[in-house]
């Protein structure tokens, strides 16, 4: 766990002071971490004050530096991001979320929000987007990636109420289970998926077994056709 010295932190505009909006950033990826870090650095309203690499590391530094905003990935290990924001939340801590996501589905988008983040933006759209929804959920507004507000709006006017799939990932998987669907979905061995979520390959098999028992699947190539046809990964 990275952590820096807490400190005041500001700029200053026509001789104007104002203070950086204070930043942790939590994500398993270290490369992403230190060019999301570079960018967010070059701006002279925000500062990263922390680092994370997994949602149990996030918590404690939320707690400990009290940032302005938390930027927070869904994919970690030891903690997932939905999980680490419900309990961020459930401790009573209000500091702003903006999950930087890859995933664009419309539940998991729902998932994410109610369970208590202030932002939603799409890792490919950050160079346009991040800086924006930083600002205005620091204000104690909400944001949500411009591709994925349309695609709402498109499914709330165009998509029949009454429809409601029962086959849903986002329905009938928990969130590890669908994480670990994501992983065979891709080809990945029991050991690597057991190793990317600091779980054992026992424990992913049982995993295996339980996502195809409540998928009623039992080959491979279907468990890859379901990830596809509901977004969960892209080909």
Do not use: W
Request: aromatic share 6%; with cysteine; net charge neutral.
């Amino acid at each position: 766990m990275l952590q820096y010295k807490q400190e005041l932190l500001y700029f200053k505009i026509g001789g104007v002071i104002i203070n950086k909006i204070r930043i942790i950033l939590a994500d398993d990826h270290a490369v992403l971490r230190s060019g999301l870090k570079s960018l967010l650095n070059s701006d002279p309203q925000f500062e990263v004050v922390g680092e994370a690499e997994n949602g149990i590391e996030a918590i404690s530094l939320v707690k400990s530096l009290a940032p302005d905003v938390l930027i927070l990935d869904l994919s970690m290990p030891d903690m997932n991001g939905i999980d680490c924001i419900k309990e961020i939340r459930s401790r009573g801590l209000t500091c702003p979320i903006l999950v930087l996501s890859m995933y664009d589905d419309e539940e998991y988008i729902k998932e994410v929000m109610r369970s208590g983040a202030n932002s939603y933006v799409l890792k490919k759209s950050a160079d346009t987007e991040l800086i924006e929804s930083i600002i205005k959920i620091h204000k104690g507004k909400r944001y949500l990636s411009e591709k994925l507000s349309q695609s709402l709006l498109n499914n709330l006017l165009y998509t029949d109420s009454d429809t409601y799939d029962l086959q849903h990932p986002y329905k009938v998987l928990s969130v590890r289970e669908r994480e670990v669907l994501r992983f065979l979905a891709l080809g990945h061995t029991n050991s690597e998926i057991a190793n990317t979520l600091s779980l054992s390959p026992k424990t992913i098999d049982t995993y295996r077994s339980r996502i195809m028992n409540k998928l009623n699947i039992h080959k491979k190539s279907d468990l890859v056709n379901y990830a596809i046809q509901y977004k969960l990964i892209t080909i």
